[in-house]
């Protein structure tokens, strides 16, 4: 293995709320620190966000998915050459994808796994338009170990908190959430929760005609309804046991309708429900999955929800007093590219032949090399 060396990487996220693309420009340093130098949000254009969602339903054909598949590639790379432009090109470029399908289950035809996901933004288009090396496809060699392919930020959560020698649950809150375990003397491990904002911002798009409810304001307005909560909380995927991960193909436009027949008449108040089932959720899944082994420090929250000031509310309320509630820029990390900077940190071990994934979050037989490189 070549000895580790400081790279710039610029780190490709866009995640289950498909909001936009986040890039972080980085700098990853060879003890795993990720240093942010600059991070941008680029929005799809609307046409192609509004193709992507016809492919979440399941409505697009084989010709539009391929064609989206290179079209996303463009949308990366256009992130990508605005922070190029600034700041000069990287030594890798780092991407995600947009995740269209994830079934990481054990189903099979003529006795062949059928588990598989599926990430476009074709690398070979970031990596010709951007001109730099471009590591992609993170989570098929993981399935292929038997694993979820997911949660993978669990790796980066490892390099960065387990240094600081507290009982951490780092908790992620994009369309879906997930937690990573990180304390002072176990194995590290995390599962998806369950769900974070899809059901909310889907609701925020029906009955108010926006796309998320901005720091929780809509929530803040209306009242829980306890009923329909509890009926919400019934679901089998919050009572799984972990290594669990979940996505838009379980929580989809049809499950978010059906559980909309016995909602409350207000949509101030499905709102307000929604975003409590957020929070209910991951409470009830440290009080089944975590507390009876570990008992935590401190409960760090990223992504979309940390800025949801009602949502952070509730789960203050149904978190133990003796837990701190923090976000990730408490400890200098960024809530808004958090992910982006995980990714660029998966990469750069990729480009050195270091394994990056985690059996004990993902499921997978052994750890291994995640990704695939573009020149």
């Given amino acids: ?113 059928l588990r598989s996901t599926f990430q476009i933004g074709e690398s070979a288009v970031i990596a010709k338009k951007t001109g730099c090396l471009t590591v992609s496809n993170f989570r098929e060699a993981d399935m292929a170990l038997g694993g979820e392919g997911a949660p993978l930020v669990c790796f980066a959560d490892e390099k960065w908190f387990k240094p600081l020698k507290k009982n951490f649950l780092i908790q992620n809150i994009g369309g879906i959430s997930n937690v990573t375990v990180v304390s002072k003397e176990n194995e590290t491990f995390g599962f998806d929760t ?24 809509v929530a803040k307005k209306g009242i829980i309804s306890d009923c329909w909560l509890d ?37 101030y108040d499905i709102v307000a429900t929604l975003t409590a089932l957020t929070a209910k959720s991951i409470a009830k899944s440290y009080e089944r999955f975590i507390y009876p082994s570990l008992i935590p420090d401190c409960v760090v929250i990223g ?11 509730i789960l203050r309320g149904y978190l133990p007093n003796y837990i701190e509630l923090k976000t990730h820029e408490d400890f200098g990390i960024s809530n808004n590219f958090k992910e982006a900077m995980a990714f660029a940190l998966l990469g750069y071990c990729t480009y050195y032949n270091i394994p990056n994934n985690l059996p004990e979050c993902t499921g997978a037989k052994k750890r291994t090399v995640l990704g695939k490189i573009t020149y």
Avoid: W
């Fill in 194 to 217: 369950g769900l974070g904002n899809i059901a909310i911002d889907y609701c925020m798009n029906k009955f108010f005609n926006k796309p998320y409810d901005e720091d929780g304001n």
């Fill in 1 to 113: 293995m070549d000895e580790l060396e400081t790279k710039k990487v610029i780190g490709l996220m866009s995640g289950t709320s498909c909001d936009s693309i986040d890039a972080a420009l980085c700098m990853v340093h060879p003890d795993m620190k990720v240093e942010l130098i600059r991070g941008i949000n680029h929005k799809y254009p609307p046409h192609i966000r509004a193709k992507l969602f016809q492919i979440f339903r399941g409505e697009a054909s084989i010709q539009e998915i391929c064609q989206m598949n290179f079209a996303v590639g463009e949308c990366f790379a256009n992130a990508a050459n605005i922070l190029i432009e600034e700041f000069g090109k990287p030594d890798i470029i780092s991407s995600h994808g947009q995740t269209i399908f994830h079934f990481p289950k054990d189903d099979t035809l003529d006795d062949i796994s």
């Fill in 231 to 267: 009926i919400l909380m019934q679901d089998e995927y919050y009572f799984k046991t972990p290594p669990k991960t979940t996505g838009r193909e379980y929580f989809n436009p049809s499950y978010i309708e059906n559980t909309l027949k016995l909602a409350p008449e207000s949509p």
């Fill in 303 to 313: 992504g979309g929800g940390a800025f949801n000031l009602e949502m952070m509310r």
